[in-house]
């Protein structure tokens, strides 16, 4: 790629550039690179779109009409050396489109790692106002557990629960994510929390998603609990489906143990002692409603 010298005028945001018609011509070029730098050299593409502080370069915020910018693109191509450019030449890191959509939200879409752990560095941030797009849940949805497990780990609240799409353990649910249905329930995510009245069971259920059922009961999901519409989640199971035959299996369990702990709370608690075991090796937890 043969570098050129434009003519020099102020772009908004800072910086210099070209005038507006050329400028219109660079951003379609400096976008189409970044979806595309597979195929062109890191080097050539800092040296031609940004330059260094001692010669004319580009400005790396410049956006579309929906406020796309460079950096947006490079982390939806999952394109970690072009995005680490642009952000060291002063990319701003926490750029919003019009749709809501960051940079990092991008990376979780296209279940980039190292671009989500190079954002963070830069001082992305992991967990965004309620009307803006929420990368946890975009990684949960794609089904990139890696992404979403760097999010919790910097502190994103596990429970967050969007307006649109609930909490990240429901759309798990609502997509058959279930790699990362039984990581957010190992790292501590409420396993009742769901969409307003509707739970992750609810969810599971309703997609016939029979592992990700016996997930969510093994971490003592509520079998009983009802949504907006009064159902319960045997009620929204498919007749004759494996998840419908599985149900009842489950409720019935889970009564058979409800009735053991009761009658081993009944008994004196010298029948313990004398058998020479612990309380708590004989009394099994209750069931989570």
Do not use: W
């Amino acid at each position: 790629m043969k570098k050129t010298s434009p003519p020099s005028c102020e772009l908004p945001g800072g910086g210099k550039g070209k005038p507006l018609e050329s400028s219109m011509i660079y951003l379609q070029m400096l976008h189409l690179e970044c979806q595309s730098l597979d195929y062109v050299p890191v080097q050539e593409f800092s040296d031609f779109f940004i330059g260094d502080p001692f010669h004319t370069g580009f400005n790396v915020n410049i956006v579309t009409i929906d406020r796309v910018s460079a950096l947006h693109e490079a982390c939806l191509g999952g394109h970690v050396a072009c995005a680490k450019v642009l952000l060291e030449n002063g990319a701003q890191v926490n750029a919003v489109t019009v749709d809501g959509i960051t940079p990092l939200f991008n990376a979780c879409c296209s279940g980039s790692a190292a671009c989500v752990n190079m954002l963070l560095e830069f001082g992305a941030t992991p967990q965004l106002e309620n009307h803006l797009a929420s990368p946890i849940h975009e990684a949960v949805k794609r089904g990139h557990r890696e992404c979403m497990e760097i999010l919790v780990a910097n502190d994103v609240d596990i429970d967050h629960e969007d307006s649109q799409h609930g909490t990240p353990l429901y759309v798990a649910c609502m997509y058959q994510r279930t790699d990362c249905v039984k990581k957010l329930l190992e790292l501590g995510a409420s396993v009742d929390l769901g969409k307003r009245l509707d739970t992750p069971l609810h969810a599971a259920v309703r997609k016939s998603s029979a592992e990700a059922v016996n997930l969510l009961t093994d971490y003592g999901a509520s079998l009983t609990c009802r949504n907006a519409e009064l159902k319960c989640a045997l009620d929204l199971a498919a007749p004759n489906s494996k998840v419908g035959q599985l149900l009842p299996l489950l409720i019935g369990h889970r009564n058979e143990s409800q009735e053991i702990s009761v009658l081993f709370l009944a008994l004196p608690l010298t029948a313990y002692v004398r058998a020479g075991k612990s309380l708590r090796f004989y009394v099994p937890q209750f069931p989570i409603y």
